[in-house]
């Protein structure tokens, strides 16, 4: 039986689970597509800030879905070992430039084209709808590291043991609800799980600022 009914249930509890950081002015960062979504139910609760960064997966020319790395959109880059074995400097070249592509096109129309909000100093807690290889998520981290901010959480309905122990070594804190021993995909986490649209995920960030602006008048 999966552990969650879908990504609001999983949220709402993610949220409770991160209550200690309720009177720290935290910073919650969504990983679009789903984890804006999640991200939304646990910046609610905090009644925090809520925004997302756009960070792209960088996938080999012949298996796209098959990662080598990720670039966030300050061009933080994570890269995996086997990136400068399997693949030429001038093939991967051509991904990253494709990506800081997509990632402007992204920024603009998921944010308007507006900037991040201000991270260096504050807590900030990056939020997904659940971990697989990290490559996306390792990027965010080191913008976030890059933009020096004060504290680093990371926080996630589901992932694989292994990465739990991988993300303690990276950030200041992991919140992450289940870690099944049989891991090898976010899916089975949940009774209903669909991958999200662009549009989708901007109406969660829309809905957010509204239910925000109305409290901080």
Not at 139 to 158: D, E, F, H, S, Y
Not at 208 to 217: A, D, G, L, N, V
Request: aromatic fraction near 8%.
């Amino acid at each position: 039986m999966a552990a969650f009914r879908d990504r609001r249930d999983a949220g709402e509890q993610l949220a409770v689970a991160l209550e200690k950081y309720k009177n720290q002015n935290p910073l919650v960062i969504g990983i679009p597509r789903g984890g804006v979504e999640t991200a939304y139910y646990v910046a609610k609760y905090l009644n925090a800030e809520m925004t997302l960064i756009v960070t792209r997966k960088l996938g080999y020319p012949m298996d796209p879905e098959f990662a080598f790395g990720a670039l966030a959109e300050d061009g933080s880059m994570y890269l995996s070992k086997m990136a400068t074995v399997n693949l030429s400097e001038e093939a991967r070249n051509e991904v990253i430039e494709k990506q800081k592509q997509e990632i402007h096109r992204r920024i603009q129309k998921l944010r308007g084209g507006l900037p991040l909000p201000k991270i260096e100093g504050r807590t900030v807690i990056i939020v997904d709808d659940g971990i697989a290889t990290g490559a996306t998520l390792f990027a965010t981290i080191m913008l976030c590291q890059n933009q020096k901010a004060g504290k680093i959480v990371v926080a996630a309905p589901i992932s694989g043991y292994e990465m739990l122990e991988i993300l303690e070594e990276k950030v200041d804190d992991v919140v992450i609800l289940e870690t099944p021993y049989d891991y090898h995909a976010v899916s089975q986490g949940y009774e209903d799980f669909y991958n999200l649209t662009d549009e989708e995920a901007l109406e969660f960030l829309e809905k957010w600022q509204q239910e925000f602006s109305r409290k901080t008048q």
